[in-house]
């Protein structure tokens, strides 16, 4: 360890009370509060930090990642301890943490004490993409840039002792990074790894968000039942813009609340500023992700544009009291294999089996007062156009109700009897054997069902509309598909091309954008309604939801098709795999 200008009896009880050391090595005298935090950070070796903005957080970040560096350094038998520290970008990290190195080496110097001068540099030893900073007892900070929008993967041979990560709600909305990265690279050897100072630490911070909309819940999820199971390792930790004593409230930006506090509802200001993860701050999916992800890479289609292009169609009918439906709709989803030369951001693209594909929803009709014979007659007619690889049905009177049509060899298009191929479910294939076999029924019994749900979802019928609802989720707020650009967004010159046809599929796919923004849980009480199996039941605050229903149906098509050319390329099944969301 460097020498320390403090006696041993200072250094031990440091150990003991890291508030003391704050004060002892940064001259920090800490607010009650946000010393309780840090001890609970100081002996903890796993903690989601749910505090609300202004509480102290990266204060306290700072605090103590660098006194476990000069506290607790690794025996000279081992390697150095490594701590890392990841923010959204490595600019944040220079913007926010970065600063506050010079900020206590100009005034503390005892903490200046600690590292050596490289390059007339205080410890900084930082290279291109890393900063770094390196102490005389050769333990290092460092602050990595974690490219999350490629999911973290320049990260794969990194380990360290230390683990923190900030604004973890900002990055598991766009990344699957912590996930298949950075949780597992905490493994560096260290002195006791189970002790609750010297075993390795994975520390993560974030304001609350809505429980049942936003994938970081899950990880408090796991946290609850692990401390309910007994765990000493595990903390759940949250604190309020309220905590703060007499002495320190001079420091907090009470303006800066009274603005937030008028300018969001009080779901949204509960979760932000008091730190509570609260129902109510955004809808299931949350008009902010379908904003981000709109691109005027994304135009209405009427056919197919590429012959690799991967098309799948989701229909809904609600059929009425007569001959004719009240409601029949489609969303059509196109993925577009996209070659791995060309992908330099995983943003708006989903992986498979190390394939990407560039997804999006390109094609949307409804029709109102139509029968069974049209309703088929118009799903040929696309299918002419789009060559699809998957149909899938609503499972209730209406979607059977257009099956009896559809696997039939003449079609009514546009008015008109014709001869086209039926189309059907596998099944039904020796009954129909010139159909092509592309049809699906989103039901617990059909395989291309089975094949993209976790099993845990086929206990009831409500099971799988609750799964469906969280892929498609987990798509836009993990950026894994690019919605149609706003129609104004668009050129002139791009507007005048477009056919009427084109312009009807525009305004269907912004009714089916609207329509998915109305979707939500329904609730009690403020607490959600579950079924008697324990799943959640969906509907539109205000309108309807037929349409994004078939967009639900169709992007779940979509997935099956996908799953299936990777089953027979050889890949394995998908379908143990947890949706992200609150079960």
Known sequence: ?????????????????????????????????????????????????SSGVSTGKTELMFIL??????????????????????????????EVYWPKFEKYIDQSPLFREQFIVHRKKWGDVSTEGVLKRRYKNGSLIELPAADFMRDSKNQASRRFNDLQIDEICEIDLTSQGVNKQLMSRATAPCFNKNHPLHGNKVLLFGHAEDP??????QRVKKFKQSIRDGSQK????????????????????????????????????????????????????????????????????????????????GWDTAPGSSQKADFSGGVGLRARPMPKSKVKSLDGLLEMDGEYYQVAPTYAVVLQGRGAPECSGLIHKVDDRFNFARIMMDPGGGGAWIYKEMVKSEQKIDGQWQERVGLCEPPDQGLYPTARPIVRFFKRGDQDVRSIFPSKFFAGDEGIVEAGHRELMRSLCNSHMLLPGKRMEFSRAVRSAWTPAELQVMDTLDRFLTE???????????????????????HAKKGKKDIAMA??????GLLAALKEDALIAGAGSYADEDCIGVG
């Open 551 to 556: 967009g639900m149906y169709g992007y779940c």
């Open 65 to 94: 990642s660098n006194l476990r560096a000069i506290l607790l350094p690794n025996p000279r038998d081992l390697p150095p301890r490594i701590s890392c520290i990841y923010y959204l970008s490595l600019g944040t990290a220079k």
């Open 212 to 217: 049942m909309t936003h994938p970081t819940y």
């Open 516 to 538: 998915l923004m109305g979707v939500s849980v329904m609730t009690k009480d403020k607490k959600p309604v579950v079924t008697s199996k324990g799943f959640l039941k969906f």
């Open 234 to 313: 595990h903390v759940l930790f949250t604190s309020s813009f309220r905590d703060y004593s007499e002495k320190f409230k001079k420091y907090r930006e009470d303006d800066v609340i009274r603005t937030e506090k008028g300018n969001l509802t009080d779901d949204e200001f509960i979760q932000k500023w008091e730190g509570i993860w609260k129902m109510g701050g955004q809808k299931w999916y949350d008009p902010k992700w379908i904003d981000r992800l709109r691109s005027i890479q994304i135009t209405p289609q009427v056919t197919r544009i590429q012959s690799n292009d991967i098309h799948a169609l």
């Open 1 to 49: 360890m460097a020498k320390l200008s403090i006696t041993q009896a200072e250094i031990e009880e440091s150990l003991r009370d890291p508030v003391m050391a704050a004060w002892l090595i940064f001259g920090i005298e800490l607010d009650p509060f946000q010393a309780c935090r840090l001890r609970y950070m100081w002996f903890t070796r796993q903690m989601i930090d």
